[in-house]
């Protein structure tokens, strides 16, 4: 079975660029791969989390992963800190890591810009870490969206690296996505992302309320002038029909569609509708996480059974470094 591994920071809730980018591909390959997924803790401590609030944000995104399909008895979900093997792996993989290339990842310099005040070492070498989530399994299918690929690239680079200088260990993992190209979700306001950082009312969580959510959608970018015959469509309309594509039926997508390419379509209609189906697609995830993240007697069990997993694991995957290395003494 091939090796499936993937993870999410807990810095917040989740939203529908987690789900679509990331959770739904998870859900499908858990039928048929190896799969390791994990709450990215280390990665959220870049920007100094209060610990209760780290804490209760470890449990809730295990509890909407739960919630949205995962089945723990099919994967190791585990938190990245309860497997020490990676952090060990990063160690040894940034030494193969240089300055100059890490400077220059993008989301390193968003980063810089965004917070002057902490620019710290982890911050750095986030991408080296995130290889070492992935190498630590020999992973080769990353579930991730589209703000990955960067990060995807670089675990390659390592991965070949570190088999050049000390002889085949690790194969080079592959951003990977059901269908085709990796997912980017649109922000409901019609520029960039879906994201945790941006415009509250522009980001749909799996937490929000029907009523929230019906609001959000119904004040979302469309477009205020008519569709001009052959005009390419514009972005914000784009966005609402990759919405509507993965939430709603194929005849609604369709009656809207043609609604659109005849130019009579209603923006207003188009919106109540896919309001609809969004409140019916989030609601039975957001009640399940509700009942799940209190639970901690449960959550912890199933962290612990898949830290163990995760950590046999990870655990070969280090003694083979080691011995290639020449740090194996006894
Ligand atoms: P994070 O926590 O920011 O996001 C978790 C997952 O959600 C995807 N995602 C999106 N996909 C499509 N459209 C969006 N608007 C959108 N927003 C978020 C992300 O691509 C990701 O798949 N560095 C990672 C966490 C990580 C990781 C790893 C992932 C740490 N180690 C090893 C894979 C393998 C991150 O910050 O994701």
């Excluded at 810095?11 to 998870?26: D, E, P, Q, V």
């Excluded at 959510?213 to 001009?228: F, P, Q």
């Excluded at 469509?233 to 043609?258: A, G, W, Y």
């Excluded at 923006?267 to 189906?277: P, R, T």
Aim: aromatic share 10%.
């Amino acid at each position: 079975k091939e090796i499936v591994v993937s993870g999410i920071r807990s810095t917040g809730y989740l939203h529908l660029g987690n789900y679509f980018g990331a959770i739904r591909n998870y859900i499908k390959m858990q039928e048929t791969f190896n799969c390791y997924f994990f709450v990215a803790d280390w990665h959220s401590l870049t920007t100094h989390p209060d610990p209760k609030d780290l804490r209760a944000n470890v449990f809730r995104v295990l509890a909407e992963n739960i919630a949205s399909g995962l089945d723990p008895e099919k994967v190791a979900l585990y938190a990245q800190s309860d497997v020490p093997e990676i952090a060990e792996l990063y160690l040894l993989l940034n030494m193969l890591a240089y300055k100059g290339e890490l400077e220059k990842v993008p989301t390193f310099k968003d980063k810089v810009r965004q917070q002057p005040e902490n620019v710290n070492a982890g911050l750095l070498t986030y991408p080296v870490l995130m290889s070492a989530d992935i190498l630590i399994h020999r992973g080769v299918k990353v579930p991730v969206g589209k703000d990955q690929e960067q990060h995807l690239e670089m675990a390659r680079n390592f991965a070949q690296r570190f088999n050049n200088r000390y002889g085949y260990l690790f194969p080079e993992p592959v951003a990977f996505n059901f269908g085709d190209d990796l997912i980017k979700v649109p922000s409901l306001d019609g520029t960039g992302k879906m994201s945790k950082s941006e415009n509250q009312m522009a980001t749909l969580y799996l937490s929000d309320s029907d009523e929230l959510i019906l609001n959000k959608i119904k004040k979302a970018k469309s477009d205020s002038g008519v569709a001009v015959e052959g005009a390419p469509m514009p972005e914000s309309v784009q966005n609402l029909f990759l919405l509507m594509q993965q939430v709603s039926t194929p005849d609604v997508i369709k009656f809207f569609e043609d609604q659109y390419q005849n130019q009579g379509i209603r923006f207003g209609d188009m919106k109540k509708q896919l309001g609809e189906d969004m409140v019916r697609f989030i609601t039975p995830i957001r009640e399940k996480a509700l009942e799940l993240q209190e639970d901690h007697a449960y959550l912890n069990r199933i962290m612990k059974a898949g830290a163990e997993k995760a950590r046999e694991s990870a655990a070969q995957t280090l003694h083979e470094a080691r011995k290639l290395i020449g740090i194996n003494y006894y």
